[in-house]
């Protein structure tokens, strides 16, 4: 298995949880995993969030203090803009930043490995 440093890993997040499962079940996985990467130094630059994804990022999220511990650690969050507004939640944005597609596929570029959850 190679290891990709920090630096060369992206996260795509496109549903609201992880996984097709039931919301609790989806959302106790997404939280799981957002704390295994907390505990782990091999963090991701980036993570992408788009489609429902974008719910993710926002009040009322069950894991808003999972990436904001992650933001400290110095992943970047980019929230999906297009998918906010689709969603009316575009003032409910609680970390992250607010981006458009171009941002998005520029971390997807710049990536040496992409990973969709």
Known sequence: MTDFPKDDIVV???RDGM???????????FKTWLNMLD???????????????????CTGSPVLEELASLTEKGVELIVCTT??????ILDSLAVGTAGGMKEIVEAQWSAGKVLTL
Do not use: W
């Open 12 to 14: 795509l997040v496109n």
């Open 19 to 29: 996984g097709q499962a039931d919301a609790e079940l989806s959302h106790k996985l």
């Open 39 to 57: 505990l782990d130094d091999r963090l991701p630059r980036t993570i992408c969030f788009y489609a429902e994804g974008a719910r993710m990022a």
């Open 83 to 88: 998918c906010l507004n689709h969603y009316g």
